[in-house]
């Protein structure tokens, strides 16, 4: 290996660390507005985000001797086990605070145990004097690839979860696709899913330039994530969200009980408030703000639309999307994020998404 490489590895191994703690320090002091009002509903998960990139300076060692045997073994283990580890932190903290699915610290606790021995270990002998590890390779490799297939599982066991939780609450609970950051989340997915495919990559090969341009990438992918991260994804009030957490089984039991004449009286009550009332039109219309306006449960109301229409979501937005076709017709003149606007959308971007789900 040349000279140099063990230089320029060191480098990489710098500016990773630099961007996590640039990204701690912002996602800990920095909140837009109105998240700044309540840190606790816009920016679930904060104090875990700001942990995990903390966490990133056990790789001083590597950074100031990167042609160590033992710092080489330390950044390797960074980069398969823990970094996945940790992308199950940002995901379940961020996504089962928002959903309010309280075993996730339990699940975190217990599938970290293994990790955070592992990783105390080999910072322990990065940092204590000689070269313990040489001569270890098989060793190495096997603690390596057990923990990282272990991660890996936990890893993608969240982003499941996640993607039923999206789509369940696209179809149940908003009519606006941007209160469920299913476009944010969507791209953080995809940011996780390449790193996870970049750390397997050069826990493989095991070449320390491949492991330095891995670092680089990976860096440019938590830039991404702040940047995409500063503005909360989350235009709800609090004791909204509160109101709508997933009753998938209440509300199927409400919806064998409901008598037939009891669900028509819901039916046109639910048509007189979102059609005749024009709630369609609330950008941010909830399935909890028609069953306060109609006078009836919550879960009989979303039994109900389910029936009745395949879910809150696409109920709320064929009207609004046959709202937006109207107003052009009449309208010639008018842009699409202004009919957009007129018809009930957040947003341009919030019409093209339902747009292209061809409800």
Known sequence: MSPSVPYLCGVAAAMFLAVCLMAAAVRWFHMCRPGDRNPRFYYPGRPYVTAVFLNALVLIPYVLHPESADAWYL???YFLPVVFFHYTILLSSYFGSMMQWKRWRISILLAGLPVALALTAAFVLAVWPGEQLAGSSAVIDYILYATGLFTTGACTYSMILIIRWA????????????????VATRRWLWLVCSSMALCWTAAIVNRPGLMALVQLLIAAGIVIFLITALHPHRNQPEETAQA?????????????AIPLK???EILAAIRTVVE???AFLDPHLTLQDVADRSGYNRSYVAAVIKTEFGGFFNYVNRLRLARVDAYLKENPAATVQEAAEESGFA?????????SKAI
Request: aromatic share 10%; hydrophobic share 20%.
């Open 276 to 278: 005749e009332q024009g």
């Open 244 to 256: 709508t957490a997933p009753k998938t089984q209440e509300k199927q039991s409400y919806q064998r």
């Open 262 to 264: 009891k669900r028509k």
């Open 167 to 182: 789509r369940r609450s696209d179809e149940d609970d908003f009519s606006n696709p941007e209160d469920f950051p299913v």
């Open 347 to 355: 947003s341009r971007r919030a019409y093209y998404a339902v747009r």
């Open 75 to 77: 950044v390797r283990l």
